[in-house]
C-alpha cells in the first residue's frame, strides 16, 4: 500500500547529520535537521537545466542489498518538533511510504531551502540526501525507472561513487537483533521497529529531475511505481 505518514525529527536523523557529506561527498545536499529536512542547495540556482557536470561523471549501474549490518535503529518514539533549528515552514512534511518501506518527509520530494536544487559538484553529480526506513523483518527494493537511469542513481554509505540502478533493503528480524549486533546504544535499539540506513539519491549531469521509482516488497512481484521529486516541486 502506498500512503503519506507524519513524522517529527528522529535520532536516526542525528545518525544521518553524523555521516555528514562523507559519502563520496559529490554535490553534496546535506539536510540540517535529518530526514525530511531541507537540504542546502549548494549555491546552484539554475532552476533545473541541466548542470556543468563533464562527461567523466560516474554513471550509476548495477544493484547491491544493505542488510541489517549496515543499519542503525530508527526512532521508536519520533515525536518532537519537526524543525529543532526553529522554522515551523521546514518541517513536518509526510513521509513517502510503500508497505514497510518509507522515505521520511518525502511525500512532496526533498526539499531544500527555498526550492533551489542541489549544485552539481565538479564531476557533474548532485546528491540528494536522505535516510530509507524499512520496519524489522521486511526487506523491499527500490530501482530507478528504466527512464532515468542513464542520468540517476541511489547512493548508499559504502557504495560506488556513481550509486545503483537498484538497492535492496534487507531490515533485521526484530528489534533485538539489531541490540545484539551493536547498531547504536541500548536507547536508540530498544522499543525500535525500523531499521534505516543512510543514503539517498544521485542526479548526473543535473541538478533536478522528477525521478520515477519502482519499488517491491518482499517476494511479492507488485511493482509499485511512484515519483520522487528532486528537489520538492519538481513534479509539478
Not at 21 to 42: D, E, K, N, R, Y
Not at 65 to 85: E, F, H, I, K, N
Not at 116 to 129: E, H, I, Q, V
Not at 211 to 225: A, N
Amino acid at each position: 500500500m502506498i500512503g503519506r505518514t507524519r513524522r517529527g525529527a528522529s535520532r536516526a536523523a542525528a545518525a544521518l547529520l553524523a555521516a555528514g557529506c562523507s559519502l563520496g561527498a559529490i554535490g553534496c545536499a546535506a539536510g540540517p535537521t535529518g530526514p525530511g529536512a531541507p537540504v542546502s542547495p549548494g549555491g546552484s540556482s539554475n532552476g533545473g537545466t541541466e548542470g556543468p557536470g563533464t562527461a567523466a561523471a560516474p554513471a550509476p549501474e548495477g544493484s547491491t542489498t544493505v542488510a541489517c549490518d549496515a543499519s542503525r535503529p530508527a526512532d521508536p518514539d519520533p515525536g518532537g518538533d519537526p524543525d529543532p533549528g526553529g522554522d515551523p515552514d521546514l518541517g513536518g512534511d509526510p513521509d513517502l511510504v510503500v508497505g514497510p518501506f518509507s522515505l521520511p518527509g518525502a511525500a512532496h520530494g526533498i526539499r531544500t531551502y527555498g526550492g533551489t536544487p542541489a549544485a552539481p559538484g565538479p564531476d557533474g553529480l548532485s546528491y540528494y540526501k536522505i535516510g530509507v526506513q524499512v520496519v524489522y523483518g521486511s526487506t523491499a527494493t527500490v530501482s530507478i525507472g528504466a527512464e532515468a537511469r542513464s542520468f540517476a542513481g541511489i547512493r548508499t554509505e559504502r557504495g560506488r561513487d556513481g550509486g545503483y540502478s537498484a538497492v535492496t533493503y534487507a531490515a533485521c528480524a526484530n528489534d533485538a537483533e539489531a541490540e545484539s549486533r551493536g547498531l547504536g546504544t541500548a536507547g536508540e535499539a530498544t522499543g525500535s521497529t525500523r531499521g534505516f540506513w543512510v543514503g539517498g539519491f544521485l542526479l548526473r549531469d543535473r541538478d533536478s529531475a522528477c525521478l520515477p521509482l519502482e519499488i517491491t516488497v518482499g517476494g511479492d512481484p507488485t511493482v509499485h511505481r511512484v515519483e520522487l521529486a528532486l528537489p520538492a516541486g519538481a513534479c509539478g
